[in-house]
């Protein structure tokens, strides 16, 4: 289906290179006929690659801390005056930790570094849907969409403290969906999409074994970052005008799994092994 977003405007937060998730959708968005405002926090547009993006989408960037408000007020001000009007979509593609970067397991975080993971992953969610209501700056039926993960839900090895941020997220969804959709009939989802090798992902302890696994596991194999695109467009078009406060799972149906034939015969491998491999110790 073509043009599902035609006469559509938005704004895309999180944008880095042609790895980044929010960097497709924003050129399925374009390719559906939206238009739109490309936003990262200044550092990342020194050392991303949004001009680029930008350019190919004819989109205009505004910098962006997206934990401070008045960062987000200046966003969505400078957004209406480009579109003179009311804007239809928003993207939040934000996620990052201090104690994954640096290694720090989930029994020893640092605190400080912990309060910036919840600010910058989950708490510039709610930042930003509250300056757009206070700003009405979404029109009737407008969809945001935020990017979740299955450790909001099940504890997974290495993912640390972003659990604790993606599961604030997905409950910021919920709880600003029903005050945005009973007023203005505005609906926020989240997407539980698969592992992913962004350059955000690449960071995480193991995640090329943990991509392995939930592709053995999953029936229809891991979703890849143009699919998670594809299925973020469904979101912001009026084919979806019904559905909110959801955390969709989009991870080929590893989500629904106990285990899997694949993995399996891969697990039954491990017992032709020597019986006195050593373990590694203080794994989260």
Same mark, same amino acid.
């Given at each position: 289906?073509?043009?599902? +977003? %035609?006469? %559509?405007?938005?704004?895309? &937060?999180?944008?880095?290179?042609?790895?980044?998730?929010?960097?497709?959708?924003? =050129?399925?968005?374009?390719?559906? @006929?939206?238009?739109?405002?490309?936003?990262?926090?200044?550092?990342?547009?020194?050392?991303?690659?949004?001009?680029?993006?930008?350019?190919?989408? @004819?989109?205009?960037?505004?910098?962006?801390?997206?934990?401070?408000?008045?960062?987000?007020?200046?966003?969505?001000?400078?957004?209406?005056?480009?579109?003179?009007?009311?804007?239809?979509?928003?993207?939040?593609?934000? $996620?990052?930790?201090?104690?994954?970067?640096?290694?720090?397991?989930?029994?020893?975080?640092?605190?400080?570094?912990?309060? %910036?993971?919840?600010?910058?992953?989950?708490?510039?969610?709610?930042?930003?849907? *509250?300056?757009?209501?206070?700003?009405?700056?979404?029109? =009737?039926?407008?969809?945001?969409? /935020?990017?979740?993960?299955?450790?909001? *839900?099940?504890?997974?090895?290495?993912?640390?403290?972003? /659990?604790?941020?993606?599961?604030? +997220?997905?409950?910021?969804?919920?709880?600003? @969906?029903?005050?945005?959709?009973? =007023?203005?009939?505005?609906?926020?989802?989240?997407?539980?999409?698969?592992?992913?090798?962004?350059?955000?992902?690449?960071?995480?302890?193991?995640?090329?074994?943990?991509?392995?696994?939930?592709?053995?596991?999953?029936?229809? @194999?891991?979703?890849?970052?143009?699919?998670?695109?594809?299925?973020?467009?469904?979101?912001?078009?009026?084919?979806?005008?019904?559905?909110?406060?959801?955390?969709?799972?989009?991870? $080929?149906?590893?989500?629904?799994?106990?285990?899997?034939?694949?993995?399996?015969?891969?697990?039954?491998?491990? &017992?032709?092994?020597?019986?006195?491999?050593?373990?590694? =110790?203080?794994?989260?």
């Amino acid at each position: 289906m073509n043009n599902l +977003l %035609k006469g %559509k405007k938005g704004i895309i &937060f999180g944008a880095l290179n042609d790895k980044s998730i929010a960097w497709k959708v924003a =050129e399925k968005a374009y390719e559906q @006929g939206a238009e739109f405002v490309l936003t990262n926090v200044p550092v990342s547009l020194r050392f991303g690659n949004l001009h680029e993006l930008a350019e190919k989408t @004819g989109s205009q960037i505004i910098a962006a801390d997206a934990t401070s408000v008045k960062d987000l007020e200046n966003l969505f001000d400078k957004t209406l005056e480009i579109f003179g009007g009311k804007i239809d979509f928003v993207l939040h593609s934000i $996620g990052m930790s201090l104690n994954v970067r640096k290694g720090r397991t989930y029994d020893n975080l640092n605190y400080e570094y912990y309060q %910036k993971t919840i600010d910058i992953s989950a708490l510039s969610f709610h930042k930003m849907l *509250q300056v757009a209501k206070k700003k009405d700056a979404i029109n =009737e039926w407008g969809s945001v969409v /935020a990017l979740s993960y299955i450790a909001a *839900q099940r504890t997974l090895y290495g993912y640390n403290d972003m /659990a604790d941020a993606k599961s604030i +997220l997905e409950s910021i969804a919920r709880s600003f @969906g029903y005050i945005y959709g009973r =007023e203005k009939k505005i609906r926020i989802n989240t997407i539980s999409q698969s592992p992913t090798m962004t350059t955000a992902g690449s960071g995480v302890k193991g995640i090329g074994a943990l991509i392995d696994f939930t592709e053995r596991m999953s029936p229809l @194999g891991n979703a890849t970052a143009d699919e998670c695109a594809d299925y973020t467009i469904t979101l912001f078009s009026d084919l979806t005008r019904k559905v909110t406060m959801q955390n969709l799972y989009h991870d $080929g149906g590893f989500s629904s799994m106990g285990m899997s034939l694949r993995a399996m015969h891969q697990y039954n491998k491990s &017992f032709d092994e020597p019986e006195d491999i050593e373990q590694p =110790e203080n794994l989260d």
